[in-house]
Each structure stands twice: as structure tokens, then as C-alpha cells.
């Protein structure tokens, strides 16, 4: 008797080296979503800090796609992959370890939680980067698909219990002793990505290619695309307002709401499930209503929602904070699947790295310039109109797709298509734009705190 073959996923788990990437990720993930409680509760609730200096903490975070957001990607095709993001976890390790210590000793200054952000924001751009690259080199290639959706569900997952478990940390033990938490996943992280025993070659540079050049080829790629110009334009603009949500949203919560951090932590976990949908239900809507339809239709439709944030007050204030979270999240999610699969189908193998790192450059730099915005809004007007302007911004989000061809197409070019399903519009586009290259499969970006992301 012949034996039955193990379903899918079985044989994906059975890969040991997969499973210690697996682990890693989901300890990595769920210690980064508690300190996305507790860090701006140690500015707003141990340091007093005023909106604009928690605005100026979230632009510190993002800054680091502004500073290295471009070369990093050139800089990771030169170089093995797993020593980068081994590296890159013992430095987010010791620096979000460092606040414990000093909260305890009573020498914690804001100055300190600066440079803790921007020391973690460079390194994640690093590991980020170089995690994309990276999961090819673990699995074959028939098992990528299963692999990315399996990352998906961890991070998506994190995003669930993560702010719950920070919150009930901040709640049980103050907020600078929670963060040893995140400190602990990063370890963990690292410890576990140490033994994958994978043979990673060392990339070989071309001879005669400047760094400049290969950035420089990276963005000609990008903004050469009318396609994804109008993306890149779209999700600057989701990160720009997304920003000033982040460095406003704790100020209002504990300021306005009254919130407790237990209470703070459930209403980002609930919010998150609007996100975990969106990954769940994004291959069906794509099917529905085509995938160049959905990557516009998922903002217009739900952008309308970010209204209820600064409609937020009395007892019912949470709930539809946590609701509007929700609905801006599932489209958001939505449309990253629909969009990073089309970059992925679109982009030579040999320039994702550059690629993915001009986006992020592309849209995750106007987050700092948001933060800032933001702090300086509340710290003038107060945080609910700081929500306002926030809630306006997200109105304008799905204005750069819709005079773009896209609004004129069913599927995008180099998607799977039902027979008769192009019409002329996308056949002029998938003319024009799209290059001769042959589809290739890598890992998506899912940056955990912003509503929209590349």
C-alpha cells in the first residue's frame, strides 16, 4: 500500500530550517507589537512628554528609511542575508534593552528614547530588507507561496496578541518593564535564526558598478513605471497621514479617552483583526473584482472610515476608534496583497532588493514629516484635531490611483486572467509600462505600525 502524501503545509513545517526562520518571526514580531504599547507610554505616562515630543519619538523611528532607505538595498544585494539579520536583532535587542535599566535607575530622558528609536528603525530597515532575500534561500521555490502565507499568519497574528499582551504588561508591571519583552523576542530572534544551517553564497558584484549607479537603477525602475508611480503616490500618501495618526493616537487615548493600558492594549489588538480579515479575504475580493480594481476600491471604500477617530468621545469613544482601525486596516491590507504581488510580477529578480528599497525610501519617508506634523498640530490645537487633519489626509489616498490607468482595468499586467477579461485601457498600459521580464517569487514587505504599507 502506497502512503499517503502529507498535505502542504506538513511537509512546509517539516523543513527545519523554515521552522527556526518561523519561530523567530513570530517571537520577533509579538515582542515588537508589545513595545508598540509601551514606548509611547513611557513618553506620554512616565516622562510627561508634551504630543510634539511623542511626535518627534515616531519620526525617529521612521527616520531611518529617510537616511539609509535607499542604499540599503544595494548595500544587501552585495552580502549574505542571514548575517545581516542576525546582527540586526542583537542591536534591536541591546537598544530597547537599554530603557529598563535606566527607567530603574531613575537616568531615563527622552533624549534616550530618541536614539533607541533610530538605532531600531536602522536596523529593521537593514532586516528588513535582507528578510525578503532571504526565505529563497530556504525553500525551494513550488513552496514559497506557502511559506510567505505562513509568515503572513505569523505576523498577523502578533498583531492580534501582541498590543493585548502589552498592554496587560504595562498594566501589571509599568511600561519601561514591559518593554523587556520586546527585548527578549529580538534575542530569542536572533538566537534561533543562528542555527539555520542553510548555504547562503556570497553575491557577486558586478565589476565596475558603483553603489550610485545600482541605487540610481533602482529608482530609473520605479518611477520609469506609470503603474507604480500611482502606487508609490498612493501610499506615501496613506504613510504621510498614517504618521500623524501614530504620534497622536497614545496622547489621545491616555489624554482625552482616559484609557488604562490594559484597555489601550485591547483596542489595538482588536483593530488588528480588521487586518488579519483584510490578508484572509484579499484573494477572494481579488477574484470578485480584479486585482487592478481591488488595489483602488480597497481605499476608496474604507478610507472614508478614518472620520470616526476624531469623531471618538464619551463611553462609546473605543469603540469607534477601534472600529475605524479596523475598516482602514482591512482595505489597507487588501490593497498591499494586490499591489505587492503585482511589484513582485513585474520586477527582474536581480533588482527586488533595489526595487523594494526605493519604495520604502518612496513612501516610508513621509512618515517622518507626518510625525512631525502631527506633534506640532496637537501640541498647537490639541490631539483631536491633529485627528482631523489625519482623517482629511486618508480622504486623498485613493486620488493618485484613480487618474491613473488603473481605474480603467480589471486585471493588472503579468496577473493570471479569465479569458476577455483586458480591456483596451490595460492593454495600453501592459504595452507601455510593463517590463519583459519573467514573474518572480519573493517575500512581501509587512511593516507592523503603519495603515498602509509598501
Known sequence: MNEKPRPRQARLFGHRDFRLLLTGAAAAQTGSQVTLVALPLVAVVVLDATPFEVGLLTAAETAAFLLV?????????????????IRADVVRCLAVGSIPPAAALGVLTMPQLYLVALVTG???????????????????????????????????SAQIAGPGLGGGLVQLLGAPVAIVADACGYLASALLL??????????????????????????????????????????????????????????????VLDLSPGAIGALLSASAVGGLAGALCAGQLSRWVGQARLIWLATMVTAPFALLWPLSGGAAGALLFGLASGVVLFGAVAYNVAQVSFRQSVCPPELLGR????????????????????????????PRAALWLCAAGFLLVPVPLLLSPLRGMRDLPGAPQEPGAVDAAEARASAQDAPDVQAAEHPAEHPAASPTAP
Open 194 to 255: 543562528a542555527r539555520i544551517r542553510v548555504e547562503e553564497p556570497r553575491p557577486e558584484p558586478e565589476p565596475g558598478r558603483s553603489l550610485r549607479a545600482e541605487v540610481a537603477e533602482g529608482v530609473r525602475f520605479v518611477l520609469g513605471h506609470r503603474l507604480l508611480r500611482a502606487i508609490a503616490a498612493a501610499t506615501a500618501t496613506s504613510n504621510l497621514f498614517a504618521a500623524v495618526l501614530m504620534a497622536v493616537q497614545t496622547v489621545f487615548w491616555v489624554r
Open 69 to 85: 532607505g535607499l542604499p540599503a538595498g544595494a548595500w544587501l544585494d552585495r552580502m549574505r542575508k542571514l548575517p545581516v539579520l
Open 122 to 156: 536602522v536596523a529593521t530597515v537593514f532586516f528588513d530588507v535582507a528578510h525578503q532575500s532571504f526565505l529563497p534561500a530556504v525553500l525551494p521555490r513550488e513552496r514559497l507561496v506557502s511559506g510567505n502565507g505562513a509568515l503572513e499568519t505569523v505576523r498577523s
Open 355 to 382: 526595487m523594494n528599497a526605493t519604495m520604502r525610501f518612496l513612501v516610508w519617508g513621509t512618515m517622518p514629516i507626518g510625525a512631525l506634523g502631527g506633534g506640532l498640530v496637537a501640541d498647537w490645537a490639541g
